[in-house]
């Protein structure tokens, strides 16, 4: 029997709980306590029969998409309340946050971005990875707030770096189940992507070298092509995962819907969405030539991360491109002559709309170049069908993360009404439970928020974000025992989980037991020594 209503949520903004950010110091670790990591497995094993492709990938954005860090450049990042420096020198790089009279001083653990635009940082803290607010900026040759950041006046460094970020920077990761950013000690077995990202597990055709037990996207049907390139070049305005997923299980060789769905801007007729700093896939299928070519055009066809080319050869290169269709084409008087730089005019590199501070290619191959948006989303939709049983789980959940992102009432209430259609059929479906509890949250029915994250936390027990989100509701509520017994919970399986450390510090004073918030600041501060 449905135990969640299909009435309307009346949505409110006050209904939505703020948590800020912790202040923690993070102690530099001793001299040569660097974490070491084997980035080239993958590439050994390669290299001795594909020496020129291995090479050239490793010179490739793709291959250093993440790298411990260098000698990185010093300099200074200032906001209206916090002061952030950035120093090296042969013990590691280091940033400094001096805010409201407190310093404190942080090792640069990993870099995520090749650098050919930007550069972004990550700490860990006690096997947890953390987002450094300071990112450089390549075209400026200086630093600046991350994206992300860009609007805030006071930043920290206790925004969580999940699994689904590093999906699309590291080859492989090591993330511990139930937790929020907690990896294992050694987080990465390959910073970097790795061949088999691409290429799929090696090991057969290591044992029995052949082209038939080594996948090469080129050969798969378009879907299965497609995803190789779309695991990362494609984020929509919301990625669900199946029951029981994680994106780690994506297989090369198959659609990205087998292990997660990818939602976009459902555009009128004629419509441009917004340029994004993550859209390519996107963008190219709104190009003509992608279109008129049917499936027979994809990524692939003018990029090949073994061999990209440099700044100097780029404009001959994928000039060469464009004349495998258009060598025909005729060149009137007014158009430039066929040795022009076909991308400079019809794929401009232009700032994205959701921040980065950097230009990037524009893959809508415009005959002339329209940078402006044209129409408003009338909502979203799969960038491929899911699995039809999975179909409006899935949508539900979409909606339900888009509206909230976006803060779109009427969206979240339609994945909520969505999702209590199908929700007899996925009875031990936390993320759904989640999801459902999430939209009551927001519309302030904290009764029924409670019931749906209880049945979440029935079906997965070891998660701190279930726990932490029932301390929300409870408190909410006015049920500050309650809050606090779910609360202490989510930091027995995650003492690392800041957001819930933080509420239930703030539980602790509000009721008089300052003794208790102590001990907890205290536990948190050793953690991080």
Known sequence: MPFLNRATVVCSLAGILTVGGLSLVHRPPAIGAAVRVSDADDEDACYFCH???????????MGLSM???????????????????????????????????????????????SGTHASGYIVSLANHLFQSPVAWYKRRGAYGLAPGYETEVDPDFTRPIKPGCLFCHAGSFAPVSGTINEYAAQPFSHLAMSCSRCHG????????????????????????????????????VARVLNPGKEFTDFVVGQPLEKTFTTYIDSMPSGGQPPFKVISHSEELALSRC???????????????????????????????????CHGATHFAASHPSRTSNCIGCHMPKRAPNDGGHTVFTDH???????????????????????????????????????????????????????LTEVQHQFPNDCEMYQSMGNALFIGRQFSEAAIAFEMGERCNPQSTSVEASLGSVYAAAGKNDAAETHLERALV?????????????????????????DVLRNKLSSLLH
């Not at 020496?51 to 954005?61: C, I, N, P, Q």
Request: aromatic letters at 6%; charged letters at 25%.
């Open 51 to 61: 020496k020129d492709a291995v090479d050239g990938f490793a010179r490739s954005e």
């Open 493 to 517: 399986l995650d003492p690392m989980n800041l957001s819930a450390a933080e509420e239930l510090i703030g539980l602790y004073e509000k009721g008089g037991e300052t003794a208790k918030a």
């Open 290 to 324: 992608k279109r008129t070519s049917g499936n027979r055009m994809w990524c692939g066809t003018c990029h090949d991360p073994h061999h990209e080319p440099t700044d100097a050869e780029a404009a001959s290169y994928y000039r060469a491109k464009c004349m495998t």
């Open 364 to 418: 809508r191959i415009q005959r002339v170049p329209d940078h402006k948006p044209r129409g408003e989303p009338t909502g979203i939709a799969a960038w491929r069908d899911p699995p039809a049983e999975l179909a409006k789980r899935n949508l539900g959940i979409a909606l339900i993360e888009a509206g909230t992102e976006e803060g779109s009432w009427p969206q979240i209430v339609s994945g909520y009404r969505t």
């Open 201 to 236: 597990p090696e090991s057969a055709h290591l044992d029995h070298p052949a082209a038939s037990n080594i996948i090469s996207p080129d050969r798969l049907d378009a879907a299965s092509r497609d995803s190789v390139c779309e695991q990362c070049h494609l984020k929509g």
């Open 67 to 113: 790298r411990l860090p260098a000698h990185e450049p010093d300099g200074v990042v200032r906001t209206p309340q916090a002061t952030l420096r950035v120093a090296s020198n042969r013990e590691g790089t280091w940033q400094t946050l001096e805010s409201h009279g407190v310093t404190e001083t942080y090792r640069v653990d990993y870099v995520i971005g």
